[in-house]
């Protein structure tokens, strides 16, 4: 089975400063199956980062993901007021067929 | 716009059987992967499965014995069948669409909290 591990657990920082987030998986993910969701409280999760680097739709350019194999990372270069949150990577590949990581909370 | 929304009783006893609906607007059911994750509170997003289109289905293997996905295209709608539960299937439950490719999930329901007690 697939595990991610994402660091740090917390991420303390202020608006304007960058953020750098890590997804570390225990076998490679294949193709680069890779994708970051973004969760704010009492909302479901919305989709920032798809195939390691790609933005989904609507997503600010201050979002880049990138990384392959079992290394992956989110940056957020120029944090908003609206970017502190909780942040999952997610991988698809071999069983289980989708695994997501613990999460990396980012706070000021 | 895809537009996602859960339906389902917010209280079920142990031992009973959970039931969740999730019904799509603005868009096709056809070609797409549909998941259910879930979420206990203060805790981490898990993959519980899911249906493609065309019925076939994929689930985590912790939910293999428990679990019915079933779709009903013509109603644009798919559903989730947690047998057994136990208060530690509490939690909110979200429905969700994924892509043929690397099934990332880009739209979400807004999810509904099921709670399993007495």
């Known amino acids: 089975d697939i595990v991610l591990t994402q660091s740090p657990g917390t991420l303390s920082l202020s608006p304007g400063e960058r953020a750098t987030l890590s997804c570390r998986a225990s076998q490679s993910i294949a193709n680069n199956y890779l994708a970051w969701y973004q969760q704010k409280p009492g909302q479901a999760p919305r989709l920032l980062i798809y195939g390691a680097s790609k933005r989904a739709t609507g997503i600010p350019d201050r979002f880049s993901g990138s990384g392959s194999g079992t290394e992956f990372t989110l940056t957020v270069s120029r944090l908003e007021p609206e970017d502190f949150a909780v942040y999952y990577c997610?991988?698809?590949?071999?069983?289980?067929?989708?695994?997501f990581g613990p999460g990396t909370k980012v706070d000021i | 716009q895809v537009h996602l929304q859960e339906s389902g009783p917010g209280l079920v006893k142990p031992s009973e059987t959970l039931s969740l609906t999730c019904t799509l607007s603005?868009?096709?059911?056809?070609?797409?992967?549909w998941s259910w994750i879930r979420q206990p509170p203060g805790k981490g997003l898990e993959w519980i499965g899911y249906i493609y289109s065309s019925g076939s289905t994929n689930l985590n293997l912790p939910f293999q014995s428990r679990v019915i996905m079933s779709v009903e295209s013509p109603q644009n709608q798919f559903s989730l069948k947690l047998t057994s539960v136990t208060a530690a299937d509490t939690a909110v439950y979200y429905c969700?669409?994924?892509?043929?490719?690397?099934?990332?999930?880009?739209?979400w329901g807004r999810g509904t909290l099921v709670t399993v007690s007495s």
């Open positions: 969700a669409r994924g892509g043929v490719g690397d099934r990332s999930l880009d739209s």
């Open positions: 997610q991988q698809f590949g071999s069983s289980p067929r989708i695994t």
């Open positions: 603005g868009g096709s059911i056809s070609g797409y992967f």
